[in-house]
């Protein structure tokens, strides 16, 4: 079987007439992490191989149940900022957290394993889900080093990638594009999923915030945190949220939850018929042509020939820039923080950060550690603040700008500046921002290049589902290797199954994904 482009769908046939067990799938999965991950091309994708994960799949195997669970076998990473309560780390890439684990599992982590999925490793990740720096490099982390994209994974002279992984979830989406995993769960706050699966050729959900449990993941800010799956497809995807959108009682936000029985019964080839896309690019209002105007020659030649596919597959392109309070999101909504990272382009210049991020990061830090966290020191932020300022050589190579901003903060949320940026970025995301572009052009959905519309979805607590679209090349003048091109479908809260429809009709019609070349499948002797 061919694993590392095998879908989810595929590997539950395959395990279903024992054409393969749970414990082949995982060691051939270890063998291409330790070949792809470790040597080879050295993507450092997984920071923490699950010591009992082929022990896991040999239970599953001597059980073999008469009815398997939906994910039964399936090896699946998680990103190392979601807790599970067993020998494996919870750390978020953080030095000051590497000896820590979690007193129990996270709900997401509980809902894979309910499923029968094999946890199979920690994804590494940008540190602390890239809110420590300012200019920090996408799936960089102090403890976890650097992620490579696995289609360009070329370094310049200072070891930073120069074709980005992007992220944070840079391990989780590398890992499934390089066949490292079946599947795998990275989180967002605001582009974390949709950045690094656009970079790496990969599907994925942003969810609306509260489909899916954020209990028992290391967090920045609960406006907006959610996590999302990062597959090879929308099918899989939509797999994926049958298991993990679930009511929980301790996520409150979890308590609105809208879904239909089976998200893959949404999933239609001629899903895109009769339905009303916004393009938000006008060249008649070139100053609030934000997303698509500063668009490269071939990364435009992507999106028209995506545009071009959804015409004639039936949609209604509605073209027209999104209000400008929708994309700048009004005052109020962001703080001045002086930029003292080393190798920034930028350092000492004043950078603008989102007020509700630094706010909510220290109180809902602080709770994670209280609440979740065992066998580390570390009890609030100011303590990992003072932990890196005690090991600078090895924990702030970029600096912790952000942590310092926010360490200065009550904790409790009180405070006016918070309370009114919170308020604007409802505001302007939401209410003059999505909810009036689509009411005004009675719109199913919003189409973004790449994960350009991250932020205004991620403020208004709205979904968004990335596929890919193409390739580009080419990174600030420098030549690359082709490297993925996404497209996001972006909607309302709970609209998840529109644009899953959508995003699969797209996905039928184009095939745009393509493997990562240099790395080719494994003999069948190199599994251990």
Not at 152 to 173: C, E, F, M, Y
Request: proline content about 7%; glycine content about 8%.
């Amino acid at each position: 079987m061919d694993i590392e482009n095998a879908t989810i769908e595929a590997l539950q046939q395959a395990l279903g007439t024992g054409r393969t067990s749970a414990t082949d799938l995982t060691r051939r999965y270890l063998a291409r992490i330790d070949a792809y991950d470790r040597a080879g091309p050295g993507l450092n994708a997984v920071r923490e191989v699950n010591p009992d994960a082929l022990a896991i799949a040999a239970e599953l195997d001597a059980k073999k149940p008469a009815t398997r669970r939906p994910l039964e076998g399936i090896p699946i990473l998680i990103k190392d900022n979601i807790a599970t309560a067993d020998r494996q780390h919870t750390t978020a890439g953080a030095l000051a957290l590497a000896e820590a684990r979690a007193k129990r599992d996270a709900t997401v982590t509980r809902l894979l394993r309910d499923a029968g999925a094999i946890i199979l490793g920690k994804a590494n990740l940008t540190e602390f889900a890239n809110i420590v720096a300012v200019d920090m490099p996408s799936g960089y982390s102090s403890l976890g080093g650097q992620v490579k994209n696995p289609y360009a994974p070329q370094l310049d002279d200072k070891n930073v990638p120069i074709v980005q992984p992007g992220g944070s979830s840079s391990g989780s989406a590398v890992a499934v594009a390089a066949g490292l995993a079946a599947a795998a769960i990275g989180t967002e706050t605001s582009g974390s999923l949709l950045s690094p699966a656009h970079q790496n050729g990969l599907v994925t959900v942003k969810p609306t915030v509260g489909l899916i449990s954020r209990a028992g993941i290391i967090p920045i800010a609960h406006s907006q945190d959610t996590a999302g799956p990062l597959t090879r497809t929308v099918r899989d995807a939509a797999i994926l949220l049958n298991v993990l959108a679930v009511v929980d009682p301790l996520d409150y936000a979890t308590t609105m939850l809208q879904r239909p029985a089976d998200y893959t019964s949404c999933l239609d080839e001629d899903g895109l018929k009769g339905a009303r896309i916004g393009v938000p690019s006008q060249s008649s209002d070139p100053g609030n042509d934000v997303f698509y105007g500063p668009l490269p020659r071939r990364a435009r030649q992507v999106m028209q020939d995506a545009i071009a596919v959804l015409e004639a597959r039936g949609a209604t392109v509605v073209r027209s820039n999104i209000p400008t309070v929708g994309w700048l999101q009004g005052p109020g909504t962001e703080m001045a923080i002086l930029n003292l990272n080393p190798e920034s382009p930028d350092r000492n210049k004043v950078v603008r950060r989102p007020i509700v991020f630094i706010y909510e990061l220290k109180h809902d830090l602080d709770a994670y550690l209280s609440d979740w966290a065992s066998e580390t020191p570390m009890r609030s932020l100011t303590d990992i603040v003072a932990f890196n300022a005690a090991h600078a050589d090895r924990a702030l190579r970029f600096g912790q700008d952000i942590f310092l901003a926010a360490v200065t903060t009550r904790s409790d949320l009180t405070e006016a500046e918070y309370t009114v940026a919170r308020a604007m970025d409802l505001r302007g995301a939401r209410t003059h921002g999505l909810d009036a572009y689509m009411d005004q052009h009675r719109l199913d959905a919003v189409l973004f290049p790449g994960w350009s519309g991250a932020s205004i979805s991620a403020k208004a607590g709205y979904p968004s589902v990335l596929v890919p679209a193409g390739f580009v090349s080419g990174v600030g003048g420098k030549e690359t290797a082709d490297y993925p091109f996404g497209v996001t479908f972006a909607g309302r809260a709970w609209s998840e199954p529109m644009l899953l429809r959508l995003a699969y009709a797209f996905e039928q019609a184009t095939g745009a994904r393509r493997k990562p070349p240099g790395i080719p499948p494994l003999d069948q002797g190199q599994a251990r």
